[in-house]
């Protein structure tokens, strides 16, 4: 971002009569310099839910099960079981993201829609931001978390970063469970969109205290850009990262306003030397911590109306799925919105699954008709 007038140091004479000794001056900064500590606390709480999810999934457990499945192909095999044992991979086919499945996933507090309006789950709007679907998710999201996260905290401190990071998560899995009403979704990609949306709102609402800011917004434009951009590829819930963004956009200007150059430079200023003084923040600055106010409080209170209300949003909006989602000759976007589901129907051991994605169909033997989990795996394999 624009490097802030006198960031780097400003002198000040010292008091007396108002003459400091040549050569002599103190140096202030501009704002506080915060130790981050609360980002790199939350890289590694992900890390760890990760490897517990890892441990609960059991993979080659279900793989057992579903080799006693008559039907099943050798393409349901866990991925690195022999080098790790109970925290390899699901198959590929189920997850290309190297990780757990979505039984798993749902059991260790994915978002899906049916358990926040109809269980009464809405605990999972929090928990979702702390999972991850593999390695490569993980990976991607840990990077970009560092990248942003650290310099944010280091400039307004844990308590700002912290609460931007948690609302925008939970914004963005709020326009998910509206806008993905058939999938589960997981990641901190809404959090991360939201520190995005908030660098951008800071930049705009401290637009006097910047140098170079012309140059700084249009970088910061363009990295925006780019990261919705992929969004648009299947398997990819651009809705959280959208409603993550607003969330972080508009709680910007509020939590991340600063006091304009002037105020701060006739604050820490010698009184021989004080100018007038000056408005803390600008008129500006202040009408848009109102009207984001507003829209934030009103926009979480509207889409949590909807979302209990039970209004299926994709069908009153015909063309919003093309925000997650644009099919090409390349990729086919049915399958990221469908979810996986399947229908059965079974005669003592004999299980009959279609997938409602794809009306795919195959018919297993089980050794245990009861064996939930073994069938959703079937399912999951079947619609991959």
Excluded at 282 to 287: S, T
């Amino acid at each position: 971002m624009g490097k802030r007038k006198g960031e780097d140091a400003l002198p000040l004479h010292r008091k007396g009569d108002g003459v400091a000794p040549r050569g002599r001056s103190v140096e202030f900064r501009l704002f506080k310099r915060w130790f981050p500590w609360l980002v790199p606390l939350f890289v590694v709480a992900d890390v760890v839910l990760f490897v517990l999810t890892m441990y609960v999934n059991n993979c080659p457990k279900n793989e057992s099960g579903l080799a006693k499945v008559e039907g099943v192909t050798s393409s349901s095999r866990c991925i690195l079981r022999s080098e790790l044992g109970r925290f390899s991979f699901q198959p590929i086919r189920q997850n290309p993201l190297l990780g757990p499945s979505s039984a798993t996933l749902l059991k260790m507090g994915a978002l899906a829609l049916s358990n926040v309006v109809s269980g009464g789950q809405s605990w999972r709007m929090f928990t979702c931001i702390w999972l991850h679907g593999g390695v490569v998710h993980i990976f991607a999201n840990m990077f970009s978390l560092i990248l942003i996260g650290i310099r944010l905290e280091q400039e307004f401190g844990f308590v700002k970063i912290g609460m931007l990071y948690v609302i925008s998560g939970i914004g963005g899995s709020l326009l998910s469970a509206l806008f993905m009403q058939d999938s589960i979704s997981v990641g901190a990609s809404g959090a991360l969109f939201g520190l995005l949306g908030s660098m951008l709102s800071e930049l705009l609402t401290n637009w006097t205290i910047y140098e170079n800011k012309l140059a700084a917004l249009f970088t910061l434009v363009i990295i925006i850009v780019i990261n919705l951009a992929v969004g648009i590829l299947p398997h990819v819930d651009n809705s959280a990262h959208i409603g993550g963004f607003i969330s972080g956009f508009l709680l910007g200007f509020i939590i991340l306003i600063r006091p304009q150059f002037g105020y701060i430079n006739n604050k820490n200023a010698p009184l021989v030397y004080q100018a007038p003084t000056k408005r803390k923040y600008k008129i500006y600055q202040l009408i848009l911590l109102i009207i984001a106010s507003i829209l934030l409080a009103l926009g979480f209170v509207v889409g949590l109306l909807v979302l209990f209300s039970g209004m299926n949003v994709s069908q009153k909006c015909s063309w919003c799925h093309y925000l997650s989602c644009i099919p090409t000759s390349k990729w086919s976007c049915s399958s990221s919105r469908s979810g996986t589901s399947c229908l059965s129907s079974q005669l003592g051991n004999q299980l009959n699954l279609t997938c409602e994605a794809t009306n795919k169909m195959h018919t297993y033997n089980l050794q245990s008709p009861n064996a939930t989990d073994t069938i959703y795996q079937l399912c999951v394999d079947l619609c991959s």
